[in-house]
Nanobody, 121 residues
């Protein structure tokens, strides 16, 4: 079992930045790909970004390419999502997940509790 704890969400104005963190306290997750997903009210949970377990490869949803960056520090058991140039449509609950990787949420076995990101216009 892998427990994931997200932090770093909050309220920000459009054009601003936030950095989300996802930690796995007391557990090494170096063998897992890590992903970020988000879910806005009334919408399905959607893929945002993922990083391979080595951190050598990453992929992003088209809607966030060029604005968001995923990174990981396996020594700290932490994965990050740097979000720049935020838009109101980025408003959602953001979840990190550990699993086999890719953009399909069913490839992930473990999920955090989510952190709210709200972008005001």
């Amino acid at each position: 079992q892998v427990q994931l704890v997200e932090s770093g969400g909050g309220l920000v104005q459009a054009g601003g930045s936030l950095r989300l963190s996802c930690a796995a306290p007391g557990r090494t997750f170096y063998s897992y790909a890590m992903g970020w997903f988000r879910q806005a009210p009334g919408k399905e949970r959607e893929f945002v970004a993922f990083s391979s377990w080595t951190g050598d490869s990453a992929d992003y949803a088209d809607s966030v390419k060029g604005r968001f960056t995923i990174s990981r520090d396996n020594a700290k058991n932490t994965v990050y999502l740097q979000m720049n140039s935020l838009k109101p449509e980025d408003t959602a609950v953001y979840y990190c997940a550990a699993g086999r990787g890719g953009s399909d949420r069913w490839e992930y076995n473990y999920w955090g509790q989510g952190t709210q990101v709200t972008v005001s216009s």
